[in-house]
Each structure stands twice: as C-alpha cells, then as structure tokens.
C-alpha cells in the first residue's frame, strides 16, 4: 500500500509503544521458558540477556524501518518535504515506557518513591537476565549504582538502534554493502 499524506504523529507515537508492549510479552514468555535453565546454568543467563535485548531492540528496528520507507517514498515519490529530525521523535516516543519506569527507578533508588524495584523488573522484562547476572535480591538495595546505571544503558540501545536505523533506511545505506564488501 502506497500511501500518498503523512502518517499522524500520535499513531506513529502509539504504534511505537505497541511495538514495545510486543517485545515485551514475546520477552515474557521467552524468559518464562528459559528460567529453568538461567538457574542452573550461568551461560543460559549471559544467552538469555543477550536474546532478551536483541528481541526488543529488533521489535524497535523493524518499527523504524517500517517508518523511514514510508516516510521515504513520501519525500522521493510525492514530494513532500522531510522532516530531519523524525528519526530523534520516534526515538523519544516509541520507547517512551522504558524512560520513564527508568525514572521512576532512579527516584526509587534516591528514596523519593517507595521501592518499586519489582515493578520495573515486570514492566522491563527484558533486563531481567542481566539483573540476575549482578544480583539475586528484588529491593532497590540489591541494586548498586553501577548497576542502575548499566540498566539506563540497556534502555538506552532502544533509541540508538532506532535512530540508526531510521537514518541508514531513508539514506538509502546499504550496511550489508558497507560491511562485506567495502562499498557505499
């Protein structure tokens, strides 16, 4: 389907965030199954965050793709302008919920807010390999600095990748070219 207008910020901003709500039932069930296995096993945890964060990141990836051919075509094949910094609106909306639970953690940890440590393991599925690598404890005082932090950074990959891939897409960048074989 060509689409010929472009697409109202407010759905793009919701269906980013229904994207992230995928990643997260799919990261949900993922770690379900592999929770057994992350007990006994130290490398299954290490596998598990890793697949974890490629699953969201990856739900995110193709969220943004989807965005820039469309927004793409609309700019080479019906002439409107583009706009230069939709890259950095979805990034900032798609995973909007990681942000601000992340807040919402880090007044937890300051003491502002009472603890909500559980909460964000349950509406942040996918970190809860990597926390199982640093601590086994589910209070914020299980969680050190270094370890808020490393979390920040987790949820920091999502508008990376995001905008990285939006920008590459409407460039037109061939990666694969790029990588293999040395071209642009």
């Avoid at 697409?7 to 379900?32: H, Q, T």
């Avoid at 990141?57 to 230069?84: E, T």
């Amino acid at each position: 389907m060509i689409a010929d207008k472009r697409e109202n910020f407010g759905l793009r901003a919701g269906k980013g965030m229904l994207w992230w709500l995928a990643g997260e039932v799919i990261c949900i069930i993922f770690n379900l199954c592999m929770l057994v296995f992350m007990i006994k096993f130290m490398a299954f945890k290490v596998f598990t965050a890793v697949a974890s964060s490629i699953i969201v990141n990856g739900l995110f990836i193709n969220f943004a793709y989807n965005c820039a051919v469309r927004d793409r075509n609309l700019v080479k094949y019906h002439r409107l302008p583009h706009d230069p910094v939709m890259s950095l609106k979805i990034a900032l909306t798609a995973p909007l919920p990681m942000y601000a639970m992340w807040i919402m953690l880090l007044l937890s940890k300051l003491g502002v807010i009472k603890d909500i440590f559980n909460y964000y393991i349950w509406g942040n599925i996918q970190t809860l390999a990597w926390i199982d690598l640093f601590t086994s404890i589910r209070t914020i005082d299980g969680l050190s600095w270094a370890g808020l932090f490393g979390l920040l950074v987790i949820v920091l990959a999502a508008p990376v990748s995001i905008i990285l891939t939006y920008e590459c897409t409407f460039r037109e960048f061939d990666i694969k070219a790029w990588l293999f074989y040395g071209k642009k």
